[in-house]
């Protein structure tokens, strides 16, 4: 339904604007002169100029993004020594405060969504269910199954994906599918409250080429589902509802860092995305309902704050990096040098960010 992608774009836009709120509401407490809010890159298309701090708030056409233009922020700008409102002018801890504020505001906005989440449809159970995430249009399971299904058994034996309950134990979907040997199985099926069985002819795996793939040096079959995990909800007091979502952020911050560790490591594949593939994701868990999407809000709010940590020229943590330098020796940085450091990192992440858009498009996988 067309509500999906409205919740989706209306979810990107969240990200991009709570991170550079961060930015322009700690900037202003510290006497800062913001010039530009923009949510988005390039000239803008709408914009308005506030009449009470002379910021020009706008939307721009290229959606990687946005930024807060605060005076004197441009290394290369001149600035009167004599202007208190530029940022050069400003002491070191209240640039700090100020370019540490966006990736400690998308924590803050975790925190509060997840907190909404807990407090109005409580925690997730112990135990889940397999759930259908995506149906591929190539597989049996097309017309059959839809997105937001619940599965509840295989062959008529129940079945969970996590967890015990109610005598169920967990058990995984692929094998009960594989002792099949490709025979037809037969789902049983939750939809918006009904049950139902729906019979399935699993497809052998085979590569782009036609080849059968192994596991465990056997072939396998596929029913044509991307799977995900379904939970209950159970209700929990508003204090334990406030604890696990200050926690949130740290769990997801925790396995940020597993997955990093294990891409880099080979045990995972790297799959980047640009906005043009976090807005399908969007889209995907807000057909799913209104928890999954926004708990991916949630979620990727702290990705973005933790990528913005990164010490990368361009981002936050890059400048944060100089600023520390400036701390700690007591003297600024070579202005040319830390305009050189950024505009290269800058030009770095427009290529990346090209290349991933390009790829989120099929132009290349």
């Not at 399935?200 to 590569?207: F, G, M, N, V």
């Amino acid at each position: 339904m067309f509500w999906f992608y409205v919740a989706a774009l209306f979810s990107l836009a969240f990200l991009i604007v709570v991170h550079e709120a961060g930015h322009y509401f700690v900037a202003r407490r510290c006497g800062m002169k913001i010039e530009r809010f923009s949510i988005g890159f390039g000239p803008g298309i709408l914009k308005r100029k506030s009449k009470k701090t002379g910021t020009t708030f706008q939307i721009a056409p290229i959606p990687f993004g946005g930024f807060v233009e605060i005076r004197g922020m441009n290394i290369a700008e001149d600035v009167d020594p004599d202007d208190r409102a530029a940022y050069p002018n400003r002491p070191t801890w209240q640039r700090f405060i100020t370019i540490f504020a966006g990736p400690a505001t998308n924590y803050l906005s975790a925190i509060v969504v997840m907190f909404v989440l807990y407090a109005t449809f409580g925690m997730q159970s112990t135990w889940g269910w397999y759930g259908v995430a995506e149906v591929k249009d190539t597989y049996d399971a097309h017309g059959k199954l839809d997105p937001g299904d619940r599965i509840l058994a295989v062959d008529h034996q129940p079945l969970l994906a996590r967890g015990d309950h109610d005598g169920v134990h967990a058990d995984s979907l692929v094998k009960r599918i594989n002792a099949k040997a490709g025979q037809p199985v037969t789902l049983t099926i939750e939809r918006d409250g009904k049950r139902f069985d729906v019979d399935i002819q699993p497809k052998l795996a085979k590569d782009d080429a036609g080849k059968e793939l192994l596991q465990d040096g056997k072939p396998y079959y596929l029913v044509g589902i991307v799977p995900t995990e379904q939970t209950e909800f159970v209700d929990v007091p508003l204090s334990e509802a406030a604890a696990n979502a200050a926690y949130f952020p740290i769990d997801q911050t925790v396995f940020i860092a597993s997955q990093v560790r294990d891409i880099f490591s080979g045990k995972v594949k790297a799959d980047p995305r640009g906005p043009k593939g976090i807005f399908d994701e969007f889209a995907k868990a807000w057909k799913l309902g209104p928890f999954t999407g926004l708990y991916l809000v949630a979620a990727l709010s702290v990705y973005l704050g933790l990528f913005n940590l990164l010490p990368i020229p361009a981002l936050d943590g890059g400048r944060l990096v100089f600023l520390l330098y400036e701390m700690v020796t007591r003297r600024r940085a070579n202005p040319k040098i830390e305009a050189m450091v950024h505009m290269a990192g800058i030009m770095v992440l427009g290529v990346v960010m090209i290349l991933v858009t390009m790829r989120d498009f099929g132009v290349f996988s």
